[in-house]
């Protein structure tokens, strides 16, 4: 039994490794006393070490076991491992008896996220945790339900302000007591026993929606980086000495990255559902130029919902105008936010702050706008999009009103189709209609807000229109007339 030198304390290492290690030979120790030798009491045994210049020991009722720990002890030193002064424990048993358990970690890199993480990428989190913990489980004996552990994980682990209430739900106390006892430890992940099947389970898992089927690769995608960043944050607090992630072999399904042509509208479908729009009383009025945003400039729903008077850098009563986007307002749940609203302003997507994205206001859509802004007036925050008493509009809302439009405005076979299922199609066929008119990508590019590289890649198949003049160039260059 160990009895001189305790090894729980908090502690990570860092520069307090060293490879200057020397480890003596076993001591006994005898009685000194007389009374200790009327007791007959069995003598003890230490191991004593020195680590850079700071002693260790550690005694053991039996030279065997005190041979052992030397033994141990010159193992790791031999392989060159390095020590840590403070505890004297070789680096790899430091991180095993100070490892944290899984829900240890996702507590912690919550934490650490919360302050300066959107409230979707907070919900991204938290999804990606829900959806892995299943599969990081000690035991299986009184496990809680899936569903349970997901929600347990979902609303209230991975929301610090729940969290830091210490109060958890009533019908999910149990279950968040059992996940503090029972998640595997993230030494477990690391071992070569039990981590690659341990990290192979939580990917399978993140892989899968609720009711087995695969995942979109975006999705997966999003979650696997999410639970790479946590690996990698264990990394950086030395619980692990590397991502576990970057040790087994483990493929994403291929990529569908390419925008189905069968969405994107044409210039007189996007007109009928526009006009289904408007037709559809004050709350459709009110929607008519916002779609017609998504259509005309290429704008994100998110973009769209925050779109201000002050944008509108030049809307003249004929010809082209200019729209200086500066913000992004989209949905993350109240949950999520720092206000508690379900939306939250943020930068431009993939853009830095106070970075800003310039985009041609089209004729019909200038006309559209003028007639918003004169019929509906910008709201006292300068916002031009609206619900009658001055609210945001909520994603429910605008897309029980597009379906509507949808089944007015299509027959029955476009409505059975995928053209423009979504609101956000619009911005596609708003992409496809500018490559397609013969607008440079790197133009088309910047009044998206995409790169060339994923423009193209993403809207290669909606670029058309343009075979026969291939076909006729190729023909030209192939003629017998034409001299090799």
Known sequence: MKTSRQRGAAHTGGTSLSHKVRIWGVRKNLSRSKQEN??????????RWNVDGVSHQSTFATRALAEAERSTLLAYANKG???????????PLLRERQARSWYEHVCAYVDMKWSTAAGNS?????????????????????????????????????????RDSN?????????????????????????????????????????????????????????????????????????????????????????????DARVVVNRQQAGRLLDAVAGQGERGAR???????????????????????????????????????TASNPRAGSAWTDS??????????????????????????AELLRAHLEQFGVHRDGRIFVGKYGGTFQETTYHAVWSKAREKAFSAAEYDSPLAARPYDLRHACASTWLNAGVAPTRVAQWLGHSVEVLLRVYAKCIDGHEDADRQRIERFMSPDIEP
């Open 38 to 47: 009327a007791k007959q009491k069995k003598p003890t045994y230490t191991v």
């Open 167 to 259: 109060v958890p739900p009533a019908d999910l106390a149990r279950v968040i007591a059992w996940l503090q006892q029972n998640t595997v430890s993230l030494a477990d992940l690391q071992d070569d026993m039990t981590g690659p099947d341990l990290v192979r389970s939580a990917l399978d898992a993140l892989s899968l929606k609720l009711d087995g089927t695969r995942a979109a690769r975006n999705t997966i995608t999003r979650k696997r980086a999410v639970l790479y960043n946590m690996l990698a944050y264990a990394v950086e607090l030395r619980q692990l000495r590397q991502n576990p992630i970057d040790q087994i072999s483990w493929k994403l399904p291929k990529a569908v990255e390419s925008v």
């Open 340 to 365: 508690g609203t379900s939306r939250e302003r943020r930068t431009l997507k993939h853009r830095d702050r106070q970075e800003t994205r310039s985009v041609p206001i089209h004729p019909n859509l």
């Open 122 to 162: 907070r919900r991204s989190i938290a999804e990606t945790v829900a959806t892995v913990t299943p599969a990081l489980i000690v035991k299986r004996r009184g496990m809680p339900d899936r569903a349970q552990i997901r929600r347990a994980m979902y609303e209230w682990v991975c929301v610090k302000t729940e």
């Open 287 to 325: 929607m008519k130029a916002f779609f017609g945003c998504m259509y005309y400039a290429g704008l994100r729903p998110s973009e769209a919902v925050d779109l201000r008077r002050e944008n509108l850098v030049c809307l003249p009563e004929s010809g082209w105008g200019d729209l200086l986007l």
């Open 81 to 91: 491992v390095a020590f840590d002064k403070v505890t004297g424990l070789p680096e």
